[in-house]
């Protein structure tokens, strides 16, 4: 499974970016697919996740604010986030990842994720 990011980049507090991860070479048709993120000098956040068939969850820090959702393209899986009213807090290098589904809502805990992204930076001043 490849999973690629892009999308992130510089913005003023207040503004808006979409991020973007295109998942390839997965063969099972019921998933997970969730943001992450990492601040220098911090631990892994879950930020938000999706199933297959559109169910969602959201930590509570950026509930309102921002948004996931998936399409598909050409049979390619495409993950976004779109992240309005940005803090400085909300800096950080965002991840994308996926596993095969189980059980229950999208999880947000980065151990029960076996695909990861490569991330992309996002910077709020």
């Known amino acids: 499974v490849q999973l690629v990011e892009s999308g992130g980049g510089s913005v003023q507090a207040g503004g808006s970016l979409r991020l973007s991860c295109a998942a390839s070479?997965?063969?099972?048709?019921?998933?997970?697919m969730g943001w992450f993120r990492q601040a220098p000098g911090k631990g892994s956040e879950g930020v938000a996740a999706?199933?297959?068939?559109?169910?969602?969850?959201?930590a509570d820090s950026v509930k309102g604010r921002f948004t996931i959702s998936k399409g598909t393209t050409n049979t390619k899986q495409t993950l976004y986030l779109q992240m309005d009213s940005l803090k400085p807090e909300d800096a950080a290098t965002y991840y994308c990842?996926?596993?095969?589904?189980?059980?229950?809502?999208?999880?947000?805990?980065?151990?029960?994720?076996?695909?990861w992204g490569q991330g992309t930076q996002v910077t709020v001043s």
């Open positions: 990842a996926m596993r095969p589904l189980i059980s229950g809502a999208p999880p947000l805990t980065s151990a029960q994720y076996t695909f």
């Open positions: 070479g997965y063969t099972y048709s019921s998933y997970y």
């Open positions: 999706i199933d297959e068939v559109g169910a969602t969850t959201y």
